[in-house]
């Protein structure tokens, strides 16, 4: 796991540490001390930790005129034991709405195990997107299989196009693009 880092194709459009509007704005970080991890496995440094125990995140995107951003995730996402989605919600999500993030897009192939508990913080993120939406991008199948066993498909959108999408081959505008497309599509 060390050796998968944060796509970096971007970072000459947007990075988060020198964006004043994000929550990890002025963060410095080592190529070569490995601090983190997914239980005994090293993560790359590059990796931002916001707070939970087994799950790391790099914000690769951010438009606040169009209001979106496009998030990266790697490790466990585990609500059961460690309330992933409260720590993901007040320390990251709530302080990027207030920017006026509104669309939310989250990519999830590094992700490799979802442990629920109950939904209400998915909830609460859904209704304060108000005009928004909160995309989850190219999630394993058994990942999102417990998302739909725990419902969470009534607050944030996956599956479809949005399981095939091959992102890195484009820009941020035009991934925003797709998925707003599919996004009015399915709420429209």
């Not at 004043?20 to 963060?27: C, G, I, L």
């Not at 590059?46 to 998030?71: P, R, V």
């Amino acid at each position: 796991m060390h050796d998968i880092e944060p796509f970096f194709n971007w970072r000459h459009l947007y990075t988060a540490s020198e964006d004043p509007q994000s929550p990890f704005w002025q963060r410095e970080y080592s190529e070569f001390t490995f601090t983190h991890a997914v239980y005994n496995y090293l993560i790359h440094p590059q990796w931002d930790h916001f707070g939970s125990n087994t799950l790391y995140m790099k914000i690769l995107y951010a438009d606040y005129i169009e209001g979106y951003c496009i998030i990266e995730l790697i490790g466990e996402w585990n609500d059961a034991l460690y309330n992933d989605i409260m720590i993901l919600k007040r320390e990251v999500i709530e302080l990027l709405e207030e920017e006026g993030i509104q669309k939310f897009i989250l990519i999830g192939e590094n992700v490799l195990n979802y442990h629920s508990s109950d939904d209400s913080y998915y909830e609460e993120w859904y209704q304060e997107v108000e005009d928004g939406w909160i995309a989850f991008v190219n999630f394993r199948d058994h990942v999102l299989q417990e998302f739909h066993r725990m419902h969470i498909d009534f607050y944030v959108n996956f599956g479809g196009k949005l399981d095939e999408m091959e992102w890195r081959k484009l820009a941020p505008i035009q991934v925003y693009g797709i998925v707003q497309d599919l996004m009015q599509r399915r709420l429209g």
